[in-house]
């Protein structure tokens, strides 16, 4: 059973950086291609995607995070992050991890497992 354990969330003054981490306990998918995405949502507002990595190593960004927001991946350690720089007031959500099978792109594939999110905050 996949688990997904998002980390790194906080509170930080706009401008500043906030480093996130997901660590998964198993490889989601090992014989099929998969993405490894980002998502935030706030109160209200319908989930959005931040950041994804397939497993070819493709990345693909939300309009508002890119030249600010890197993903990245450590296969040897189960583990995706995301490098958030120049945050802004509107980055404010909570963050989830989440994996699924590669259809087409990681923007409109699957996901089946997600984490249980970590809040950032930035004011």
């Known amino acids: 059973h996949v688990q997904l354990v998002e980390s790194g969330g906080g509170s930080v003054q706009a401008g500043g950086s906030l480093r996130l981490a997901c660590k998964y306990t198993?490889?989601?998918?090992?014989?099929?291609?998969?993405?490894m995405g980002w998502f935030r949502q706030t109160p209200g507002k319908a989930r959005e995607g931040v950041a994804a990595i397939n497993s070819d190593g493709q990345i693909v960004y939300a309009e508002s995070v890119k030249g600010r927001f890197t993903i990245s991946r450590d296969n040897a350690k189960n583990s995706v992050y995301l490098q958030m720089n120049s945050l802004k007031l509107e980055d404010t959500a909570m963050y989830y991890c989440?994996?699924?099978?590669?259809?087409?792109?990681?923007?409109?594939?699957?996901?089946?497992?997600w984490g249980q999110g970590t809040q950032v905050t930035v004011s």
């Open positions: 989440a994996a699924g099978r590669y259809v087409y792109d990681c923007w409109r594939s699957p996901y089946t497992y």
């Open positions: 198993q490889s989601p998918y090992t014989r099929e291609q998969y993405c």
